[in-house]
């Protein structure tokens, strides 16, 4: 595969910020498309539904050290960024992750991007396991031509039922509806349409179809900046779906959820097969070598050899004996993860910041950490800029940096921000202003 590579490239575009346009090219890094950052160059690997085998999960941890910080960066979508890269390293790095089996298409490793109920078919919520639909749909993804013309954006959703990942907002999202059914959404749209479960996958790639047909005209690389969003993609969706011999019908009305806080860090029980999972969170998002091998040592030798990605920036281990599991969650608390729901850091994030963007007007890591005591109900993200790379959806504390030396808290309700109050930097106050704003709105 490696002879058939492009050459990697590293690119000093914007991965972020205003809805893209064709005309500007879609900048959103990969694997083998290196983005230019103040800390070096920035790979993102895919990693569809976040599965990852503890061999991979190896390779990845191996790539970090010898290539970059030495650290795994979780993303919103559950899958890895590698920072601090060698801006000359780029061919080393696709040799590293083509040999773990991470590449299995050059054409659609950006397009790869596909959520999934982390914890389908391990606590016996859901309808129905959505690993099967995972793996149909990238096998389709990666054979389908047209599917590369997809932007590193464009998002699927794999939902079991429990409205997890539903929330998240995908541009193509299937729902379990029962054992025969499933509910296929573009975009966010209320109106749905009913397909059979067993078809699924491929109702999804024809409706990403649809959008591509539609996209040159309009100029955008998400549904949810098509004129009229998905609801006009609804009706020529159904007709091609007909066309091609799926039992296609009306699925009524069922509103986008407004947010999910994902698997509680613990023990996961109600598996069929009797065995335990362990949900862990990573600080901030980002995990040490040394936490990162106790993930993998912990999945290889408690669990059944699997991690799954979180896009809560955390980690499920699958398959963990109940007698073992107690031990094997201290283990990963010594390590420094999230185990417990009332950890102080349980629902604190952030971007980046400084030094690692030039865009960042604060360090805001550091002061989230400095400020990780301010517990409450609400979730706080903390960005370095108004771009707010990385946010949560449905309700959270916003805290952004703002030039002056000055931060702006405020409360973001399913969309909505709240006046922003702005406040004076020094640790003290500031997590004093995000302490009462996750109490007051919780």
Do not use: K
């Not at 959505?130 to 954006?153: K, N």
């Not at 996209?215 to 549904?223: H, K, L, Q, S």
């Not at 073992?324 to 009332?342: C, K």
């Amino acid at each position: 595969m490696l002879a058939a590579m492009p050459p990697p490239a590293v690119s000093s575009a914007d991965p972020s910020g205003a809805p893209p346009s064709r005309g500007r090219g879609d900048a959103c890094p990969g694997a083998l498309r290196l983005h230019r950052a103040d800390d070096g160059a920035l790979a993102r690997v895919r990693v569809p539904g976040g599965l990852l085998t503890a061999d991979r999960a190896d390779a990845l941890g191996a790539a970090a050290q010898a290539l970059g910080d030495g650290e795994v960066h979780l993303t919103s979508r559950g899958n890895i960024q590698l920072r601090g890269l060698r801006p000359d390293c780029g061919g080393e790095l696709a040799g590293r992750l083509d040999a773990a089996g991470l590449l299995p298409s050059v054409r659609h490793e950006r397009v790869r991007n596909v959520v999934a109920s982390p914890l389908s078919g391990l606590d016996g919520r859901g309808v129905r396991d959505v690993g099967p639909w995972l793996r149909e749909l990238d096998a389709l993804l990666c054979a389908d031509e047209r599917a590369a013309g997809l932007s590193g954006r464009f998002l699927f959703v794999l939902d079991d039922g429990r409205g997890d990942v539903d929330a998240l907002g995908g541009d193509v999202s299937l729902l379990a509806l029962d054992g025969a059914s499933a509910l296929l959404r573009i975009g966010t749209a209320g109106s749905v349409l009913r397909v059979p479960a067993a078809q699924a996958p491929r109702a999804a790639l024809v409706a990403a179809g649809a959008f591509l047909e539609r996209a040159p005209d309009t100029g955008v690389w998400r549904v949810s900046d098509l004129p009229g969003g998905g609801d006009g993609l609804l009706g020529p969706v159904a007709e091609r779906l007909r066309e091609a011999g799926v039992d296609v019908g009306d699925g009524g009305h069922r509103e986008c959820p407004g947010g999910s806080d994902g698997p509680v860090p613990g023990i996961v029980t109600g598996a069929p097969s009797g065995t335990a999972a362990l949900s862990a969170g990573l600080p901030l998002g980002r995990a040490t070598a040394a936490q990162w091998r106790t993930l993998v040592g912990t999945a290889r030798h408690q669990g059944r050899g699997e991690l799954r990605l979180t896009p809560w920036r955390g980690v499920v281990v699958p398959g963990v004996e109940p007698r073992e599991a107690a031990g094997a969650l201290d283990a990963l608390a010594a390590a420094g993860l999230v185990v417990a729901p009332d950890s102080p850091w349980a629902g604190v994030g952030a971007c980046i910041g400084r030094p690692g963007c030039a865009r960042s007007l604060a360090d805001v890591r550091a002061e989230a950490a400095a400020s990780v005591r301010a517990v409450g109900p609400l979730p706080v993200y903390w960005s370095g800029c108004e771009r707010r790379c990385g946010h949560p959806r449905g309700t959270w504390v916003d805290v952004v940096a703002a030039p002056g030396g000055r931060h702006h808290v405020s409360v973001v309700r399913d969309g909505e921000r709240g006046t922003p109050v702005p406040v004076a930097d020094g640790s003290d106050g500031l997590a004093a202003a995000v302490a009462a704003a996750r109490r007051a709105h919780g």
